[in-house]
């Protein structure tokens, strides 16, 4: 609905892959121009690519999505790196659109900055939206955080929320969403120490057990992207492997982009006992 209401049909969107799938398909959905900003991998950790983005903001381009905590590769961006994005989107114009919905997943040494708040010029060219759903595994009540500082760009939005027929959330939506900010925080707290362990626990078992596979290290979120590449197999053998001989189902890194060839996000919030299993059997499909 954003994209409706802040760009015409043809009008360039960029999207920063490896990415969330769906950044990729509402674009072509409605008809846009969509403008990959791929991330750099150095081996280890992804960084923007700012002086490709630079380059790319030149052109017919009106908006652009940002995943923050980024989804699969698990970057907590810095105010320092929100801060070069931000000051090339202001300098040419173009609305960001900051996906914060894993804001809360952060761990230890790592400190999320919401977009908007970097400075007033920044909060009056962003969209930021946020939810509980992640947090706190409630995502069946469809409720979620769409904040708009400037006041131009909220009347476009809340035209199109009025002809979608959605002006209003359900009433149990709201409940949830008020006892999980209002009583959740000892909880999360809690599974911020699981995920962290269930994390050191995957990174030691691949360590040990299949060194070919590398852990790429997240920073936030609870998925995990592995760099599957030294495997030696092309992305169907690999998914196929996975699937038919381990007897799982991860997420094949190319549905996050071109730049997922050879990657797999395995999402690591779940009981200990699962995690061990999960990864025993992928053990055995590939030892």
């Known amino acids: ?10 009008d360039g969107v960029i999207i920063q892959p490896p990415v969330y799938r769906p950044f990729f398909t509402v674009v072509r959905n409605n008809d846009r121009k969509l403008i990959e900003n791929p991330l750099y991998f150095d081996g280890r950790k992804y960084r923007m690519d700012l002086e ?25 961006w810095t105010r320092e790196e929100l801060l070069a ?3 090339l989107c202001l300098e040419h114009e173009i609305v960001v659109i900051s996906d914060e919905i894993h804001s809360d997943l952060v761990f230890p040494g790592n400190q999320h900055t919401v977009l908007a708040s970097l400075s007033p010029e920044l909060a009056q060219n962003c969209v930021v939206c ?22 131009k760009i909220r009347q476009a939005y809340r ?18 969403v008020e006892a999980a900010y209002t009583g959740g925080e000892a909880w999360l707290e809690e599974l911020l120490i699981y995920l962290q362990a269930n994390y050191h626990f995957l990174k030691s078992f691949i ?4 060194p070919q596979i590398k852990v790429i290290e997240p920073e936030g979120t609870y998925l995990v992207w592995l760099d599957c590449r030294g495997l030696g197999l092309d992305d169907q053998q690999l998914d196929a492997s996975i699937r038919e001989k381990a007897g799982l189902l991860l997420e094949s890194g190319p549905i996050f982009g071109n730049d997922g060839s050879g990657f797999q996000r395995i999402n690591i919030a779940c009981p200990r006992q699962v995690l061990v299993e999960a990864l025993q059997r992928l053990h055995k499909a590939f030892r």
């Open 130 to 151: 946020n939810a509980p759903s992640k947090t706190f595994n409630i995502a069946g009540i469809q409720a979620s955080n769409v904040i708009i500082p400037n006041e």
């Open 52 to 76: 490709q983005l630079g380059k790319q903001l030149e052109a017919d381009v009106k908006l652009l999505i940002l995943c923050s905590p980024h989804n699969p590769v698990g970057r907590v």
């Open 207 to 210: 360590e040990e057990h299949l």
């Open 85 to 87: 994005l931000g000051q």
């Open 159 to 176: 035209q199109v929320l009025r002809t979608s027929g959605l002006a209003l959330p359900n009433v149990f939506a709201v409940a949830a």
């Open 1 to 10: 609905m954003l994209i409706r209401a802040l760009t015409r049909p043809g």
